[in-house]
């Protein structure tokens, strides 16, 4: 089984611009918001549930689901955030570890944004953590975003803290540098995790 090093971060920390910079390095990148995505895709049994349960209302007119509506209800109602929860994180979990079963190179990233919500940390072995202080994520993201600072805000609080991220970190990327300094992080982690990988593979002890 590949070495699996978990990445995460708050919003605008760089988690896609960090795992960006170790895919060019050829470390294979599995992507946990791109499977949630692609559960709930037109035509899985997941989506069609959804609708069993919410009603054609959690459709958009194309057909796809409305990720932005059915947000709003789970937030106003934590008995559907149980029943949607319930329904889709064995179906994540299954495919996340189809992808990484399928992954033939000695390690891989794990991007899980909402690592230490859902409690996953435990499933790696090894996490990373993109680092910056709060305000630099706020500026980040709306700048990325175009949100106001009011709108940044609210998705950070709603996100877990900057402690308690770092609290499960084995490893830390500072990212309130330029990419000079992001660039010796990376390469020192790429050389420690190809190291660590080997290690569990019992080619080196
Ligand atoms: P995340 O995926 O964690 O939400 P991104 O990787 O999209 O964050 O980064 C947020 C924004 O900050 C992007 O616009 C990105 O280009 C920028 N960014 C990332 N790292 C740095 C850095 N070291 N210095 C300046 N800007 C950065």
């Known amino acids: 089984m590949t070495y699996v090093v978990a990445l995460t971060g708050g919003i605008g920390s760089g988690k896609t611009t960090v795992a960006n910079r170790f895919s060019e390095r050829g470390v294979p990148v599995i992507d946990a918001d791109k499977i949630a995505r692609e559960v709930v895709a ?7 549930q959804i609708v069993a349960h919410f009603g054609d ?3 958009l007119p194309e057909g796809s689901l409305d ?46 944004p909402l690592l230490v919500e859902n409690n996953l940390h435990l499933k790696a072995d090894r996490v990373l953590v993109i680092d910056v202080d709060e305000e630099t994520q706020i500026s980040r993201t709306m700048a990325r975003d175009r949100i106001t600072r009011q709108q940044a805000e609210a998705i950070l609080i709603a996100q877990a803290s900057r ?35 080997l290690v569990k593979k019992g080619s080196v002890s």
Request: hydrophobic fraction near 45%; proline fraction near 4%.
């Open 42 to 48: 037109p035509g899985s049994a997941a989506l069609q």
């Open 67 to 112: 990720r932005s509506w059915l947000r709003q209800q789970i937030f106003a109602d934590p008995q559907q955030k149980t029943w949607l929860n319930n329904l889709l994180h064995p179906l994540i979990q299954q495919r996340t570890q189809e992808m990484i079963a399928a992954v033939t190179t000695d390690w891989c990233l794990w991007v899980v």
């Open 163 to 197: 402690q308690s991220r770092l609290a499960v970190a084995d490893d830390i990327i500072d990212n309130t540098g330029g990419p000079a300094e992001q660039e010796q992080d990376i390469n020192t982690l790429f050389r420690l995790y190809q190291r660590l990988a």
């Open 57 to 59: 209302q959690a459709l």
